[in-house]
């Protein structure tokens, strides 16, 4: 087993909600297993698909299983049970914190003049071509 892969208790919570139904025809080569553990490689490095270790299967099937786990909203379902569990448990504390930020822009975003253009050979029906008032208008303190 590889570090970063699912230990047997991980596995043994997850296969309930990771099952497919049963296929007729030539057994798996791959298990489910493997390929989940691929999608968890692929996710926790941020590597292309492309670039999954061969022995977690073929990236086409690992990402074959993503895709139609995402499209069964199975994703949805694994992460709503498992912060059900922890809740119960009382390992999630649910504080809600309100923060505000500020944003300032550089003065040219605002539309000021730059450096070598004045207001008077800026092209008609630009922003700051327009006749200016009050305390933006050229010369005002």
Not at 11 to 17: D, F, H, M, T
Not at 31 to 53: K, N, S
Request: aromatic share 8%.
């Amino acid at each position: 087993m590889g570090r970063g892969n699912l230990t047997n208790g991980q596995w043994a919570r997850l296969e309930p909600c990771c099952r497919g139904g049963i296929k007729s025809g030539r057994p798996p080569v791959w298990t489910r297993r493997q390929l989940m553990d691929g999608i968890r490689w692929r996710a926790r490095t941020g590597a292309p698909w492309r670039d999954v270790p061969e022995c977690y299967g073929p990236w086409g099937r690992v990402y074959d299983l993503f895709r139609r786990r995402q499209r069964d909203d199975t994703w949805a379902r694994i992460v709503t049970q498992l912060q059900a569990e922890a809740d119960a448990k009382g390992l999630i504390t649910w504080d809600m914190k309100i923060g505000s930020t500020v944003c300032r822009a550089h003065r040219h975003v605002a539309g000021a003049a730059k450096r070598g253009i004045s207001r008077r050979n800026r092209p008609a029906g630009s922003p700051s071509s327009r006749p200016t008032t009050g305390s933006d208008a050229p010369g005002a303190a």
